[in-house]
């Protein structure tokens, strides 16, 4: 069972990272004249997409519905979250590739291809969900009922039986 101050000390965690990512989207631009700083940024924001990814595994794993073996039910609640937290992943290796070594070699000239500027879009639009989704996710899993035996887990495993 998640007790409440290990809750809010993942909780933190989570938020702590999920700001990280938002200033990073916000404010590496402003670093495009230094390509090395702005890939340790880059590094740094994937990696933290990464680990929020791993924090809220570990947090499906601790429920009481996952040790139950209900994988499905959290799987189906949670599919969103999981697919998106994956797609945006991908969207940000993939612009931060691409961004990087488009300017590494010439950091002084604005390039902006069409094709960057689609991925880029894309990026932001899937950050904004991520944001929105994961947050919920992550406060949605502090709920108790995931971590006791309730009414409404054994109607969800017998409609998982039946």
Same mark, same amino acid.
């Given at each position: 069972m998640l007790q409440t101050s290990n809750y809010s000390l993942v909780l933190s965690l989570q938020f702590l990272l999920l700001? *990280? @990512?938002?200033? $990073?989207?916000? +404010?590496?631009?402003? %670093?495009?004249?230094?390509?090395?700083?702005? %890939? $340790? %940024? +880059?590094?740094?924001? @994937?990696?933290a997409i990464l680990f929020n990814? =791993?924090? =809220? +595994? /570990?947090? +499906?794993?601790?429920t009481f519905v996952f040790q139950a073996g209900l994988v499905n039910l959290l799987f189906n609640k949670f599919k969103g979250t999981i697919v998106l937290s994956a797609a945006y992943l991908a969207f940000s290796i993939s612009f931060h590739v691409w961004i990087v070594n488009l300017r590494w070699r010439d950091s002084g000239r604005f390039i902006w291809t069409e094709g960057l500027q #689609? /991925? *880029?879009?894309?990026?932001? /639009?899937?950050? #904004?969900l991520y944001c929105y989704f994961y947050k919920r996710t992550a406060i949605h899993l502090g709920d108790p009922l995931f971590y006791q035996d309730s009414l409404w887990l054994r109607k969800e495993f017998a409609q998982f039986r039946g």
């Open positions: 700001s *990280y @990512d938002v200033f $990073v989207n916000s +404010f590496s631009e402003l %670093l495009r004249t230094a390509p090395a700083a702005q %890939l $340790v %940024l +880059f590094i740094i924001q @994937d990696i990814v =791993i924090i =809220i +595994f /570990l947090m +499906f794993f601790n #689609t /991925l *880029y879009v894309f990026q932001r /639009l899937a950050a #904004t």
